[in-house]
């Protein structure tokens, strides 16, 4: 099967995507929950994650919010999430909070 994706030495595909022209947001994690402002284009299924603190993290739509139950988030970890696709709901936007000091939350999406 013919695939435009990098291979390794064994020719097999290498799941590697490319940033998306403004797909950059970055969110301030402090004591009260955050939220990207803008919502991530419909055609995205992937972004990546890095924060420079350790923070809460929740996913949904542009009301979502964040609280010390959500799923833990460690710093200095880049990391790909898939957030929709395969006949499952996009999440549109992500929610975060600090677990201990202010920090910034980067994301990129992908395509």
Do not use: W
């Amino acid at each position: 099967m013919p695939t435009y994706l990098p291979v390794d030495s064994n020719n097999n595909p290498i799941p590697a995507m490319r940033f998306k022209t403004d797909g950059a947001h970055s969110i301030s994690a402090t004591s009260t929950s955050a939220r990207n402002s803008t919502s991530f284009a419909s055609n995205t299924r992937v972004i990546s994650v890095y924060a420079t603190g350790p923070v809460y993290i929740k996913f949904g739509d542009s009301s979502v919010t964040a609280s010390s139950s959500d799923h833990y988030f460690p710093e200095g970890v880049y990391y790909d999430i898939a957030i929709g696709g395969d006949n499952v709901g996009q999440f549109t936007h992500v929610a975060v909070l600090r677990v201990t000091d202010d920090c910034n939350v980067y994301i990129s999406e992908k395509e």
